[in-house]
């Protein structure tokens, strides 16, 4: 049986079957995944039919088939080489067919038997994209919605849209629903910008029913808002005569001797650094096992057991309905592997590439592949270092190169870019870009767009929101037991002219330990260019004396805007702080709950427990097994330049090694050997340059006017 491609756009879907295991390929032994390789094409639907004979006669559909990671310590005496592989084991999160009935499933692969079926009560998982083909579906023919339509002059319903969003919170119904509600626009012709067109009202359905059960029209001044119909359009098909192709050239990217970085399976080398590339349906990319040779201790030190994007929110900032129930997280309530987009050389990613692909699960309990959802390619990074000494015109350059791990998902109108970057310094930086299209709505004629939103075209309004991301870093920095100091730039206390400060100009880093979980939830300081080490207090740097440790740089970190006791800021705690750091727990990953929709951010939720239930258990998070939770973002306040389609705008976070090594850890990186830039004549009018030996010594012609000035 071939593989289906038509059952959800945008991948391909793998049967119990599919896998021919008469076919050539088939007889060729297969590699054994490592312990953290995301669950094949071949395990989803073998997982699937053991929950069902499990389930049975209750029939059951699965929002969820994913990887169950092994514990860390099991895990960790398996890399040793002190323990057994463990064992291939499954996680589901199942539904009970036509009900809102919720159970956690844990399904051993290697013994073929489900381990454990947990019943969990008051919560609602991810909407898949499933899920979300409803709303738009159920819609279109809903009595109530078609009338709503008519009262605006629509006829057509094949030229309205909703775009399918978790609900929030709505007080008219609670866990006996599974909701989403949908956000309505219409199209003039088929691929028309729909956000240019926003309609009045908002649409609740019911997910496991496929029914709506409320059409919200809103009125203003008891009338309604007309459409706004001028075209805003960005494709090729509709502004192709505007562009102006012969004002650049092409740039190519060419590796002539291939790339630099070499994959075994999953398992990723590059420039001394090692780890391993996961993906799974909620999280993405996930970077596991990185370790880097240090050339002067001679050895492989850790650096981080877990890397990735576990949470994001997007609050909107009008007060007004349906507004307030505008809280996105991308992560939590949609899932970023689900989201993911196939990769296109040229496109998304440019030069020598490495793609991966990313498998999930349907909720027939296929397997589902989105072809290149992993792009893994080199960069030119600029400088790595560079001096001129002025005295005898010596040059040292070298060069910087970047590896960088990314995927790129679209959440309705919002596309994200995530860029996992590594650097020869042995740098880590996470950046994300933004782009897609703004979340509009239409402006009656006696409104206007301030002050929570903009005017991005006429009548079209876009409302002032946050992007807030939540990294989570599980370290081992050169070990497991680590510890988090806070440093801040602050002036001596000694005043002027004083003995100890007699000119006035001392300032040292000031030191904070936090020792528990509750000191752990700190946030940024603009004024003293707050930083956070993580540190390995039994390793001591033998140059500097102090423990080696990574630092972490993080100034784009709004902070939630939402008032305290809101919605918002109970459903999304994480994103109070910018550092939280909790004691190390199996399988506790995700800072606003497993369970974000319609979650209601409450405490001590027996199934459904946040960033504020860890920190408040209050643990020691001194020279022991910690994690951290890095929130970063922007604040967006549109602007017309962001309409009808966003230019990327990017924001990062960065660790950064801090006395981990004894000096430079890239000076094993030659300088770069001669000048042979290209210059060419339709940019100067003069004659292209000499190439000189500039990069790794005297130049010949610093030579030479040296030579010179001491005849």
Same mark, same amino acid.
Request: glycine content about 6%; hydrophobic content about 35%; proline content about 7%.
């Given at each position: 049986m071939a593989p289906d491609t038509t059952s959800i756009p945008g991948y391909t879907i793998y049967r119990e079957g599919d896998y021919d295991t008469s076919s050539a390929a088939a007889k060729i032994p297969r590699r054994t995944p490592h312990p953290l390789d995301q669950l094949s094409i071949e395990e989803i639907p073998a997982a699937a039919k053991l929950i069902r004979e499990?389930?049975?006669?209750?029939?059951?559909?699965?929002?969820?088939? !994913?990887? /169950?990671?092994? *514990? %860390?310590?099991?895990?960790?005496?398996?890399?040793?080489?002190?323990?057994?592989?463990? +064992?291939?084991?499954?996680?589901?999160?199942?539904?009970?067919?036509?009900?809102?009935?919720?159970?956690?499933?844990?399904?051993?692969?290697?013994?073929?038997?489900?381990?454990?079926?947990?019943?969990?009560?008051?919560?609602?998982?991810?909407?898949?994209?499933?899920?979300?083909?409803? !709303?738009? /579906?159920?819609? *279109? %023919?809903?009595?109530?919605?078609?009338?709503?339509?008519?009262?605006?002059?629509?006829? +057509?319903?094949?030229?309205?849209?909703?775009?399918?969003?978790?609900?929030?919170?709505?007080?008219?119904w609670g866990f006996e629903r599974r909701l989403q509600q949908g956000l309505a626009y219409y199209r003039n012709s088929a691929f028309d910008n729909q956000y240019a067109h926003p309609l009045d009202f908002v649409v609740v359905v019911d997910t496991e029913k496929e029914e709506v059960?409320?059409?919200?029209?809103?009125?203003?001044?008891?009338?309604?808002?007309?459409?706004?119909?001028?075209?805003?359009?960005?494709?090729?098909?509709?502004?192709?005569?505007?562009?102006?192709?012969d004002r650049l050239k092409p740039i190519n990217i060419t590796q002539p001797q291939g790339v630099s970085f070499r994959m075994r399976g999953n398992e990723l080398s590059w420039a001394g650094f090692k780890m391993h590339i996961g993906f799974n349906y909620r999280e993405g990319i996930v970077i596991s096992d990185v370790r880097i040779d240090d050339p002067y201790e001679h050895r492989?030190?850790?650096?981080?057991?877990?890397?990735?994007?576990?949470?994001?929110?997007?609050?909107?900032?009008?007060?007004?309905?349906?507004?307030?129930?505008?809280?996105?997280?991308?992560?939590?309530?949609?899932?970023a592997g689900l989201m993911s987009n196939s990769l296109k050389l040229g496109c998304d990613c440019k030069g020598a590439i490495h793609y991966l692909d990313g498998v999930v699960s349907t909720s027939k309990g296929e397997a589902a592949v989105v072809k290149n959802a992993i792009c893994i390619h080199e960069e030119d990074n600029g400088l790595l270092y560079k001096h001129t000494d002025f005295r005898d015109g010596t040059v040292v350059s070298a060069r910087d190169r970047k590896l960088i791990i990314s995927q790129i998902i679209t959440a309705a109108n919002y596309e994200y870019g995530f860029y996992h970057t590594f650097t020869l310094d042995g740098t880590y930086k996470l950046e994300v870009k933004l782009t897609g299209q703004l979340n509009t709505y239409c402006l009656h004629e006696s409104e206007q767009a301030a002050p929570y939103g903009t005017e991005v075209a006429p009548r079209v309004n876009a409302q002032n929101h946050q992007h807030i991301f939540s990294l989570r870093v599980d370290p081992e920095i050169d070990g497991r037991n680590n510890s988090v100091v806070q440093s801040d730039a602050v002036a001596a206390d000694d005043p002027v002219g004083s003995p100890g400060n007699f000119y006035?100009?001392?300032?040292?880093?000031?030191?904070?330990?936090?020792?528990?979980?509750?000191?752990?939830?700190?946030?940024?300081?603009?004024?003293?260019?707050?930083?956070?080490?993580?540190?390995?207090?039994?390793?001591?740097?033998?140059?500097?004396?102090?423990?080696?440790?990574?630092?972490?740089?993080?100034?784009?970190?709004?902070?939630?805007?939402?008032?305290p006791g809101s919605v918002v800021w109970k459903r999304a705690p994480f994103a109070r702080k910018t550092l939280w750091v909790v004691p190390y727990r199996d399988y506790e990953l995700y800072p606003a709950g497993d369970y974000v929709c319609q979650s209601t951010g409450e405490g001590n939720h027996?199934?459904?427990?946040?960033?504020?239930?860890?920190?408040?258990?209050?643990?020691?998070?001194?020279?022991?097994?910690?994690?951290?939770?890095?929130?970063?973002?922007?604040?967006?306040?549109?602007?017309?330049?962001d309409f009808p389609i966003m230019p990327a705008e990017p924001v990062s976070i960065t660790l950064r090694a801090s006395n981990f090594f004894q000096r430079n850890p890239a000076l094993w990186v030659p300088p770069a050997a001669l000048c042979v830039d290209t210059v060419s004549r339709d940019a100067f009018d003069t004659e292209a340059l000499t190439s000189s030996r500039c990069c790794g010594g005297a130049g010949e012609k610093e030579k030479e006017r040296e030579h010179q000035s001491r005849l």
């Open positions: 499990f389930a049975h006669p209750k029939p059951v559909k699965f929002n969820c088939i !994913t990887l /169950r990671e092994p *514990r %860390k310590n099991e895990y960790a005496a398996f890399r040793s080489g002190k323990g057994p592989r463990p +064992d291939r084991r499954a996680f589901a999160i199942v539904l009970e067919v036509g009900t809102c009935n919720v159970a956690e499933v844990v399904v051993n692969l290697t013994k073929s038997k489900v381990e454990d079926w947990k019943e969990v009560k008051d919560v609602m998982p991810t909407l898949t994209l499933e899920d979300l083909d409803v !709303t738009e /579906r159920v819609a *279109r %023919k809903d009595p109530r919605v078609i009338e709503a339509c008519r009262g605006l002059g629509i006829t +057509d319903m094949s030229k309205v849209f909703l775009d399918a969003w978790a609900i929030g919170v709505d007080e008219r059960l409320s059409v919200d029209i809103r009125y203003v001044n008891g009338e309604r808002t007309k459409i706004p119909l001028y075209e805003h359009n960005y494709l090729p098909e509709f502004i192709a005569d505007g562009y102006l192709p492989e030190r850790m650096l981080f057991n877990r890397i990735s994007v576990v949470e994001m929110v997007v609050p909107y900032g009008c007060p007004d309905a349906p507004h307030h129930k505008k809280h996105a997280f991308d992560v939590g309530e949609y899932g006035g100009n001392a300032f040292y880093c000031k030191k904070t330990p936090l020792r528990t979980a509750q000191e752990g939830a700190v946030d940024y300081c603009h004024e003293t260019s707050r930083t956070w080490d993580i540190i390995n207090p039994n390793r001591i740097n033998s140059v500097a004396k102090k423990p080696v440790a990574y630092k972490i740089i993080n100034n784009q970190c709004p902070g939630l805007l939402a008032k027996p199934y459904n427990s946040t960033i504020a239930d860890w920190a408040a258990r209050n643990e020691s998070i001194e020279n022991t097994d910690i994690v951290c939770y890095l929130q970063f973002g922007l604040t967006h306040f549109p602007r017309t330049e």
